[in-house]
């Protein structure tokens, strides 16, 4: 008898662990999402090492980059709506920019959409945010400034061949 009321909890036990892998392979694909804009700037911004892990990893990127909310879409922060306005001019003169080029176009411009004196291409080289005034690099503007076109400047963050799709 013993040995049968110890199977039986074993078997219970059995569920319990199931039950929670199942939730975990469920769960898995929800945490993986990964917004084609958010990978192309990963790329764009030179933030993966090569081993895709920084796509996974969402304190490389959060959507909160952009977005005001962690699980993206609307509301945008200010560099989300400078990406947006951005991406408006360029269809309002007749071009059909896609996201890359709208991002370098924004860049290269020297905006500054958090208003925190540091240009948006400084924060994303400094890796501080370019939306939110909180975040900003802690050298003063001169000293980044230099060390960042001594790194090669905005066209480190030129669309790659084959990303302008
Ligand atoms: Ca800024």
């Known amino acids: 008898m013993a040995g049968v009321k110890k199977a039986g909890l074993n078997v219970q036990q059995k569920h319990v662990l199931g ?10 694909p929800v945490a993986l999402a990964l917004p ?5 700037a990963i790329t764009q911004f030179h933030l993966d090492d090569g081993s895709g892990l920084a796509a996974l990893d969402r304190r490389v ?4 980059y952009c977005h005001v909310k962690d699980s993206g879409g609307a509301p945008w922060n200010p560099f989300g709506e400078a990406i ?19 991002l370098y176009t924004l ?9 925190d004196t ?10 501080t945010l370019p ?3 909180g975040s900003k690099p802690t ?3 001169e000293v980044v400034q230099t060390a960042f076109e001594a790194a090669g400047g905005v066209e480190q963050f030129e669309p790659q061949q084959g990303q302008k799709k």
């Open 19 to 28: 039950g929670i892998l199942a939730f975990l392979v469920l769960a898995t």
């Open 36 to 40: 084609k804009y958010r990978l192309q």
């Open 61 to 64: 990127m959060s959507c909160s």
């Open 84 to 102: 947006r306005a951005t991406f408006k001019a360029n269809a309002e003169a007749g071009g059909k920019a896609k996201f890359p080029e709208v």
């Open 107 to 115: 860049l290269e411009s020297g905006a500054d959409a958090d208003g």
């Open 118 to 127: 540091y240009p948006d291409a400084l924060e994303v080289w400094a890796k």
């Open 131 to 133: 939306g939110d005034p």
């Open 139 to 141: 050298e003063a503007l």
